[in-house]
């Protein structure tokens, strides 16, 4: 009798009791990120108030860059060249390449509405080279939760797409950042680097710490004004949206794949549109509450279709 006691309690601990803290662990790490990631959106708007989004990008970057590299010092953290290469071209996708895309569009007049919804078609590329590229096939519980998420966030930022002032090039920027982003987080899944996230957003926050200094810097547009509310807004983004939103990112995509981390993504414009009524008091739109409905309905079935990592299970069908 006290030998089956022990044999069960072994047993709660391993497979209940662990399995229990994992899914906490994934449920805080998720819940982070969609609330970092958002940020970013609230710290470009606070930020482009006082100068342009290239400034503004360059300042994020040289901070967080010297925030990082100092910790790296301290720490003697010390990389070989290929981890520099390989998070030299992760940061060049999903840094430089995503955010200035992004950033660089909504600057020319894409509205920012438009500019969520060609953002959201990265779940949908990333499960489409899921098959070829990660050796993952893909349920239709799990397209079915893909489509109904995009839907929802249609309808969440149905009020702001548009052409608007944009002229039609600027619009392959954003599709430009959101395929780079679909590129890197595919290769760092398919590469499982050995890089802790830590020295990953180090080497990645200098190499786009470098890009967008000389980007402003060609422009005219680096020297950073006086004013307090500038400041303000580099200490969001670096804080936020840099080690908060990119931090998460990085967790949630290596503890639990590429298919979790870009569906969650679909959970940013509803989050984002919350921070735009708490910080600016910006009204939703009609369509904006049925939408987050939508949406929170698309990722959950979409998540439940594969609520475990596949690093722990045995299979490849996501369902």
């Known amino acids: 009798m006290e030998k089956s006691v022990l044999i069960h309690c072994e047993y709660t601990h391993r497979y209940g009791y662990v399995a229990a803290m994992d899914r906490r662990a994934d449920a805080a790490a998720g819940t982070a990120l969609v609330v970092m990631w958002s940020s970013g959106f609230v710290g470009a708007e606070l930020g482009t108030r006082y100068v342009p989004a290239d400034t503004l990008l360059a300042w994020r970057y040289i901070v967080a860059a010297a925030l990082l590299?100092?910790?790296?010092?301290?720490?003697?953290t010390r990389l070989r060249a290929r981890a520099l290469l390989r998070q030299g071209t992760l940061g060049l996708l999903c840094q430089c390449?995503?955010?200035?895309g992004v950033v660089t569009g909504v600057g020319m007049g894409v509205p920012a509405g438009t500019t969520a919804l060609i953002a959201s078609v990265q779940p949908l590329l990333v499960a489409a080279a899921a098959g070829p590229v990660l050796g993952e096939r893909i349920g239709p519980r799990r397209r079915a939760g893909l489509a109904l998420g995009l839907l929802g966030v249609g309808l969440v930022v149905a009020g702001d797409v548009g052409p608007g002032s944009a002229p039609w090039w600027a619009f392959l920027l954003p599709i430009g950042g959101m395929a780079a982003l679909t590129a890197?987080?595919?290769?760092?899944?398919?590469w499982r680097p050995a890089e802790s996230?830590?020295?990953?957003?180090?080497?990645?926050?200098?190499?786009?710490?470098g890009a967008f200094v000389a980007v402003a810097g060609a422009a005219g547009h680096l020297r950073p004004p006086a004013d307090p509310g500038f400041w303000w807004a580099v200490a969001w983004v670096v804080v936020l949206s840099s080690f908060g939103g990119y931090g998460a990112y990085l967790l949630v995509l290596r503890r639990s794949g590429a298919l979790r981390v870009s569906t969650l993504l679909y959970l940013?414009?509803?989050?984002?549109?919350?921070?735009?009524?708490?910080?600016?008091g910006e009204t939703p739109g009609s369509l904006a509450l049925p939408g987050v409905a939508v949406c929170a309905a698309g990722v959950a079935l979409a998540l439940?279709?594969?609520?475990?990592?596949?690093d722990r299970t045995n299979g490849t069908l996501v369902q």
Do not use: C, D, K
């Not at 590299?69 to 003697?76: I, N």
């Open 69 to 76: 590299g100092g910790l790296a010092l301290a720490l003697g």
């Open 97 to 100: 390449l995503y955010l200035g």
């Open 184 to 190: 890197g987080t595919l290769l760092e899944r398919r």
């Open 197 to 209: 996230p830590l020295e990953a957003l180090t080497v990645q926050s200098v190499l786009a710490a």
């Open 268 to 280: 940013t414009p509803p989050t984002t549109m919350l921070w735009a009524f708490l910080m600016f």
């Open 304 to 310: 439940r279709a594969n609520p475990a990592s596949p």
